[in-house]
């Protein structure tokens, strides 16, 4: 019996459980997944940025992306990538996001 077919909404929903240890806002909300790609093998690959390159924690938030999206039922496999094309800015974020920081 195949799977059903992964969903981009079950991909954002794991993402939106990775935080930047310094900022508590999900990566997601904060506009740092530029792309996400599900292929007919239920492989993911997602491109995404950071607040500021040298980000002493880009490691540990790539990691979690990873292993959050692989723990979706269905995933084949999972990559994310990491960009800074374009640069990362604030209005890239939600407006919860925003919210949450203050900045509305």
């Known amino acids: 019996m195949k799977n059903e077919p992964l969903r981009r909404e079950q991909i ?15 990566i997601f909300d904060l506009g740092l997944v530029y792309q996400i790609n599900i292929n007919e093998d239920q492989d993911v690959q997602v491109y995404m940025t950071l607040t500021a390159p040298a980000c002493p924690a880009a490691g540990q938030i790539l990691q979690d992306a990873e292993d959050r999206i692989k723990a979706v039922p269905g995933v084949n496999r999972a990559e994310v990538r990491l960009t800074f094309d374009p640069p990362w800015d604030r209005s890239m974020m939600s407006d919860e996001a925003r919210l949450e920081l203050g900045l509305l």
């Not at 954002?12 to 999900?26: G, K, Y």
């Open 12 to 26: 954002e929903d794991a993402l939106r459980t990775v935080f930047d240890p310094e900022i508590p806002v999900n």
